[in-house]
């Protein structure tokens, strides 16, 4: 990912400052830019050394996680 302000691309998803989880893989992650501070928004994978915790945090938030149910209709 690249800052659009001032092209900086030394990001680290671990110094997230939100993430919306969008399945046990991938997660919309916002970050600081360390340069200039302007909010970037990224589509990533969620990186393997933080899957554990992030599944732990929707269990306890009853976020969901498990994937999608099927219906009898």
């Not at 200039?36 to 306890?60: F, H, N, Y």
Request: glycine share 8%; hydrophobic share 30%; aromatic share 4%.
């Amino acid at each position: 990912m690249t800052c659009e302000t001032c092209g900086s691309t030394d990001f680290d998803l671990h110094d997230y400052c939100s993430v919306m989880v969008l399945s046990s893989e991938r997660a919309l992650f916002t970050l600081k830019c360390p340069k200039c501070g302007t909010k970037v928004t990224t589509l990533s994978p969620i990186p393997q050394d933080m899957r554990s915790g992030i599944a732990a945090a929707a269990r306890k938030m009853n976020a969901g996680m498990g994937g999608c149910e099927t219906s009898n209709r």
